[in-house]
């Protein structure tokens, strides 16, 4: 919602239960994520000219890798973004 500029907001939250891992999805209908924020995601550090803007995404991320779990960012079928968290139910 805090980065999303237009008037009408809309975010959807699925959560899927499989035999092995717990599936949450989080999209949006908003600008998306830049690509400079996931190249500093990606790579697992920053640099000088390759840095996120906030902490939010490196929390996800550094909660996600210690959980041995996988991220994956997409576009949303409304042309925003779409993070998918997966994590094992037997961690």
């Given at each position: 919602?805090?980065?999303?500029e237009?008037?009408?907001?809309?975010?959807?939250l699925?959560?899927?239960?499989?035999d092995?891992?717990?599936?949450?999805?989080?999209?949006d209908?908003?600008?998306?994520?830049?690509?400079?924020?996931?190249?500093?995601?990606?790579?697992?550090?920053?640099e000088d000219?390759?840095?996120?803007?906030?902490?939010?995404?490196?929390?996800?991320?550094?909660?996600?890798?210690?959980?041995?779990?996988?991220?994956?960012?997409?576009?949303?079928?409304?042309?925003?973004?779409?993070?998918?968290?997966?994590l094992?139910?037997?961690?």
């Amino acid at each position: 919602i805090e980065h999303n500029e237009g008037d009408d907001l809309s975010i959807e939250l699925y959560i899927e239960k499989r035999d092995e891992f717990v599936s949450i999805t989080v999209s949006d209908d908003g600008t998306g994520i830049s690509e400079s924020e996931l190249a500093a995601i990606r790579q697992g550090e920053e640099e000088d000219l390759v840095h996120g803007s906030g902490l939010g995404l490196w929390v996800v991320s550094w909660i996600v890798q210690r959980s041995a779990g996988e991220l994956t960012f997409r576009e949303s079928e409304s042309g925003g973004a779409e993070i998918e968290i997966e994590l094992s139910r037997r961690a």
